[in-house]
DNA sequence: TGAATAGTGTCTATAAGACAATATCCC
DNA sequence: GGGATATTGTCTTATAGACACTATTCA
């Protein structure tokens, strides 16, 4: 039961809302903290991967975390979570919506603390040459467990599958994320959003696979993805390869960040 | 920007963990308050309502609300979610979930309020005689703009079908809670959550369509509730109808609140 | 030319929509 | 029996999956 101003509160009996706001007084009893966490996912040769940060103080010392940040008195939700993933990634311009808010009571050991988990997704172009960033972040493979439709859990690995610890409940969070963008994939065009700006079919129904976990049936697919207007030929082929090499497609900005 | 801790905060340097926790100190900056509000969605006679109470103190007096309040220190979300339903509406055991969390600036004038919004699901039934409700508690009709597919908006009116006002940002809460219980009725055995107990197809098929604001084909939705495996016939029929009666079905509880 | 993948065509299985025929209940 | 709705059956159409065939590029 939260605490409950008492009856003879001035708010109670003020009587015009210029009186009111005045008497207002927001800190009448103890308010939670309240976060952003930004969960960063990328694709790249058929593998998610998430970002996350090692964290170098207590709590959870030595383990890694999301991105993440207090949210401003003066600052929106949204505002914040593109403010953390810029300071703390760099990337700005991409595509980012709310996920959900994460409040259980023992959440943080510190003290009460609210999230309000974002997730992101971007392709591992965006980044550039890996070596440029920082010592603390890296950018880790993830296995999804789970049979079938479901997600059970999702965990970052190491170069040899090997899990890696998680602060808080970031596990649950990483878990939240893969388990909405499966369930958004089937009616939303979010899959161009871990492609380069051109791509491949081919490269296209890598995402939907490793996104879906599933193998998908390759006519299938393409007379899908193609009767949908979203797609757009560029006319160029893709180079490089040893084989007969792909067209390069491109999303019709119906759907921008 | 939210203010960040001075670089000789004693956090920073602390060594061990419990030397962290008695350092930490939570209310160094302005943290801003949390609120949960609920949505509590209705049905009966092929109409979706919503509960709104009348808010008899500024800001936004005489208008209606969700119902609502602060979570409180030592409560989850979840928690304080039924908690509020419960002593506004006195229903429990329902279904309820979270739905978004919004926080525009702006939106409390009062003061910096972040709030984690619910959605609840229950038949009309549920409230027995609607006469006992509180003087201020309104069930009110949904009106749902929006051409095909997306809802635009969605407005609580009156008897003549005038648009209520609403305070806040409710408007746009309700306005998330159609889309989300549209989108999720595809995919998610959601709409048992709106009939009593026990229902007939028919009024299954009603709530399905008065939800997803379309008419469906009789005989193949009939077909896929039972090809589903989520429906029990009950072998009864309906009563006081003038008319040939329908079987009665239950849900299979594998899927309960 | 051979290897490997791109891209296409065809057949089948499944599910939805249209629509009509039959069944059952109340009055 | 007449009215109204329940329930079932059939036909058509749209779409996904299986699978094989052709096309194109590089080495």
Redesign the pocket.
Known sequence: MPPTPPADDPARTAKTQQEFLASYDASRFPHPSVTVDVALITHAHSWLYGLLLRRDQHPFKTSLALPGGFVGIDESLDDAAARVLSEKTGLSDVFIEQLYSFGRVDRDPRTRVITVAYYALVHMDRFGDPSTLPKDTLITPLVVDGDGEDVERVTPVDGDLRPLDLAFDHGEILTHVIRRIRGKLDYAPIGFQLLPSVF???QLQEVHECVSGTS?????????ML?SGLLEATGK?EEG???????LYRFTRSSAV
Chains 1, 2 share one sequence.
């Open positions: 491949t079919l081919r998908v049936n390759k006519a299938s697919f393409r007379r899908r009767a082929l390869v040893p084989f007969r090499p792909a067209e």
